[in-house]
């Protein structure tokens, strides 16, 4: 089982390039440090067909699945799954104002 977090503070996701594997079980991890809202809207990684969403944060649905993760103030939260493509993904917070965005290479 492979093992990431992604730290955000100050509006910002770091690392800004993470790393994972394709065909390998994973957990990606998000803890905030800051005192206002964040999500995680990762539409690559949300097609995860085994994809678990574990920690404090609450998930929202559209009519495509799940459409983002809202991360508390300094909450974490947890997704657990298997990569099933290679690629670099982006993926963002969509709260207004905050422009932050990262990236997933998965090898
Ligand atoms: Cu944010």
């Given at each position: ?68 993760v809202i ?37």
């Open positions: 089982m492979e093992s990431v977090t992604v730290e955000i503070r100050a509006r910002m996701f770091t690392p800004q390039h993470i790393h994972l594997h394709h065909d390998r079980k994973t957990v990606l991890r998000f803890r905030s440090y800051d005192t206002e809202l964040h999500t995680v809207v990762a539409k690559e990684l949300f097609l995860s067909a085994d994809l678990n969403v574990g920690g404090n944060g609450a998930t929202e649905f559209g009519p495509d699945g799940l459409k983002r991360i508390p103030a300094e909450g974490l939260i947890e997704f657990q799954f298997t990569p099933a493509r290679t690629g670099t993904f982006s993926y963002l917070c969509d709260m207004p104002g905050h422009n932050m965005q990262a990236l997933i290479v998965v090898e």
